[in-house]
């Protein structure tokens, strides 16, 4: 692609960031090709995923209409009794949410904020999730003030991405898979583990350098190309360059390499060194060590050491011994690293100016030229990973330069209708950054009923002192903070196709192995192979979705979405680093309320049926968990009255079809449960409330059923109130039997229910949605 036409293009994406009432025409194109009648999405002949770069789902699409962002009604409130979004600083004083305004401030030059193992882990404070702002706090002593973590941007600045979403189907129950930094969630991503075996004794690589190109830090387990090449299935790697040191500038690698977001070229069968470039460029390798031990004595044994492995280097990977790598060797090798070699400029820049007349240096090759080709002699692969450069990646220390890339690919693969038609775009983010999310991440199993050991194969998702590894020597202390691996917190996911067109928002909780879950499912059904994944533990296989809920018929309705102004242009993102920096208030407790996170578009999206069907319920001392269907359902349950202590946070996995009980403590009780997609019970109260209440599900008819019961035959009669969130409505209830049963009808609101009844000093509030089948709708109270 010429420079003027980059420069042009991204003028046109670039004007849509300050205009939210047009359409982008990769968009428009993508959304009017229609499937083919009566097909479905296993007719798909091409998957395309691209992974994208730290943003949490809040920071991106909490604004967004329809989805579960700041209007969400079943947030957490801290122990400090107020809600998850309103963070407490060190001074005393309160962030909320707020805007960071793209157009208007230099926010997208003020680079990422902290995001390992360390600081995930201190963020969500054993579950208490109050320690945000001083875990996120910018590593830049002009910003460490500024409460970053939790800033957003709403359709005003990111309208190409809104317009995506409202075209196709964005995920909101979508979480990166550890509470890590990069590396292990694209690890997670491409091999569906962050342990070379599957149990709790060897090393959970929890940070980036953990895994990296020298032979002792290299990936040794199996990932899903290794997979797909045993079954002879189809798939490429494509990027413009690969990271591994060829002689490239910092302004070459941050516009042309691959940012090391392809992770395969750390897994030992992939042969990464003998990539054309690197043989050459040992001697300057060696040379710059050289000249480094001379100026950092003290990691003279370090650096000698990089440098013996180098000389190695220079043996194994001459370019004479890449003819004895045997067929398979050849092709993972040539596959996961599939360059722009063939294009003349693929490692060139050249300088022009932008809408302001500044300075903007810019690839002089098209960094999608393989992609393009491929797609254009109909050569492309049925499972294809997109790798972007660090300017177009969306990583906070890069501009938003990220949705020409993605509308680039649109363009690619809209070109010739026939190829769109056969073809599922996935986009997703591996990792949150510094960024807030709201919502509680999942997680495995701690809880006095499902016991863990820790060096068996439960205790893969899990980071414990006691560990075998742990004895280690060469474990550092950083490696020791304990914690679930995983779930990570939401980041955005959007499936573009012509079986996800209409809008919808998907709720079922998933992570980045639902993505390998997908294709497992996909190549089964379409070639009868079995590409499983061993390395995805049973746990993250049971509670997260393969993603095919939120595939839908050929003949959905698409959504009504403005078309293009080209007349309205705006200036580029590059003329915003001479902006200031957004101004976040900073508020004293008294002036927290509601209204603060009236910052989200009111309305509703349609919305998939989920595979879920639960009942939890109080009496009788115990919480009681039911699954009635397959799909295994994580619940996360709060003991608010035992914030002093460390036993107020439980976490469980309620598999197929399994009954569950969690014991409350006699005398005051204050307990929470949080499930997928705002499902929400509350019971508080004295012990002995005289009554026993339960809701359960009556899916095929839409309706619940209430049940009302006294503990004692002779008690007298029970007066209660009993309060409908949704119609707004407080009935009065006196229980004169010994039960009463109530059936709730939910077709007016589509499934959802908020229910809350209060007899003396005793409430139960149960909240979610009931699933029948068929499409429906977001929350009403969103509308």
């Known amino acids: 692609m010429k420079r ?36 479905t999405f296993y007719d798909a002949e091409h998957v395309v995923i691209l992974m994208q770069e730290n943003r949490s789902f809040d920071h991106a699409f909490g604004a967004m209409k329809g989805v579960r962002g700041f209007l969400d009604q079943r947030t957490f409130i801290k122990p400090d009794g107020h809600s998850a979004f309103f963070q407490k600083g060190d001074s005393g004083k309160y962030a909320a949410p707020a805007r960071l305004d793209l157009r208007n401030t230099k926010s997208t030059w003020m680079s990422s904020l902290p995001h390992s193992w360390s600081d995930q882990q201190k963020a969500l404070n054993k579950g208490k999730y109050d320690q945000w702002l001083q875990a996120k706090a910018s590593g830049n002593k002009d910003y460490k003030d500024i409460p970053l973590t939790l800033g957003y941007y709403n359709r005003e600045d990111l309208p190409f991405y809104y317009q995506l979403a409202d075209a196709f189907t964005i995920f909101d129950q979508y979480f990166c898979s550890s509470l890590t930094g990069t590396t292990p969630n694209r690890l997670f991503h491409w091999s569906g583990t962050i342990r070379e075996q599957k149990n709790g004794k060897v090393k959970a690589n929890v940070y980036n350098e953990n895994i990296d190109y020298d032979k002792n830090h290299q990936a040794r387990w199996k990932s899903f190309p290794e997979i797909l090449e045993e079954n002879t299935i189809s798939w490429k790697i494509y990027q413009n360059e690969i990271s591994l040191p060829k002689g490239m500038s910092g302004e070459q690698e941050a516009w042309l390499s691959n940012f090391t977001d392809n992770p395969i070229e750390w897994f030992s069968k992939f042969n990464v060194k003998f990539s054309r470039g690197y043989y050459q460029n040992i001697p300057n390798i060696i040379s710059y060590l050289k000249k480094e031990i001379e100026k950092n004595p003290k990691q003279k044994e370090r650096f000698e050491t990089l440098i013996a492995e180098l000389e190695e280097d220079k043996i194994k990977y001459h370019p004479d011994n890449f003819a004895k790598l045997s067929p398979t060797e050849k092709n993972l090798h040539e596959k996961a690293f599939t360059t722009n070699i063939n294009d003349p400029d693929y490692w060139n820049l050249e300088e022009g100016q932008d809408e302001n007349g500044d300075k903007l240096v810019v690839p002089k090759g098209d960094v999608l030229f393989q992609f393009r080709k491929d797609v254009e002699d109909k050569k492309l692969p049925l499972v294809s990973w997109l790798v972007a450069p660090e300017h177009f990646s969306d990583h906070p220390g890069s501009p938003w330069y990220g949705a020409w890339y993605i509308s680039e690919v649109l363009n690619i693969l809209t070109k010739d209708p026939e190829t769109w038609k056969k073809t599922i775009f996935i986009i997703n983010y591996d990792e949150n950054d510094g960024y807030f999310d709201h919502v509680l991440p999942f997680a495995p199993p701690m809880n006095p009923s499902q016991l863990v050991d820790f060096d068996g194969k439960e205790g893969v998702e899990y980071v414990s002192i006691n560990q075998e590894y742990m004895a280690s020597p060469n474990i550092k202390d950083k490696e020791k903070i304990e914690g679930t691996v995983g779930l990570g917190y939401r980041v955005p996911m959007i499936i573009a196709s012509p079986w996800t067109r209409g809008g919808f928002v998907n709720s079922e909780v998933s992570d980045h192995t639902s993505v390998l879950q997908f294709l497992e499912k996909f190549i089964q059904k379409k070639f009868n192979k079995n590409v499983t994944v061993d390395n995805i533990s049973d746990w993250r296989r049971a509670i997260c979705g393969d993603l095919t809920s939120s595939f839908n018929s050929s003949n959905v309705k698409i959504p009504q979405i403005d078309y293009l102004n080209q007349k309205d242009y705006a200036k580029t993102i590059n003329s915003a680093k001479n902006k200031p920096v957004p101004n976040l208030k900073w508020y004293s407790e008294n002036e927290l309320n509601n209204n603060l996170l009236e910052i989200q578009e009111r309305g509703l999206k349609p919305s998939n049926p989920l595979p879920y069907n639960y009942h939890v319920n109080f009496g009788s001392g115990k919480i009681s968990m039911i699954n009635v269907k397959e799909r295994a359902v994580p619940l996360l349950i ?146």
């Open 4 to 39: 003027r036409e980059f420069l042009e293009k991204s003028g046109l994406l670039l004007a849509g960031l300050g205009t939210s009432n047009v359409l982008h025409p990769s968009i428009l194109k993508a959304l009017t090709i229609a499937p083919a009648a009566e097909s």
């Open 638 to 783: 709060y003991d608010r009255t035992q914030f002093n202590n460390d036993n107020f946070h439980f976490s469980y996995a309620l598999y197929s079809k399994q009954e569950l009980s969690h014991a409350v403590k006699p005398g005051k009780y204050d307990m929470e449960v949080f499930g997928p997609n705002g499902f929400y019970r509350h019971f508080k109260g004295e012990d002995d409330p005289q009554l026993e209440i339960s809701l359960n599900n009556i899916s095929s008819k839409n309706q619940l059923e209430l049940l009302i019961k006294k503990n004692k035959k002779e008690s007298a009669d029970i007066r209660l109130d009993l309060e409908n969130g949704y119609e707004k409505k407080k009935t009065e209830i006196t229980l004169t039997m010994i039960q009463e049963k109530i059936i709730i009808d939910l077709n007016k609101m589509k499934g959802w229910y908020d229910i809350k009844l209060v007899s003396g000093k005793n409430s139960w509030h149960f909240a979610g949605r009931i699933e029948s089948g068929k499409p429906t709708v977001s929350d009403p109270h969103w509308a």
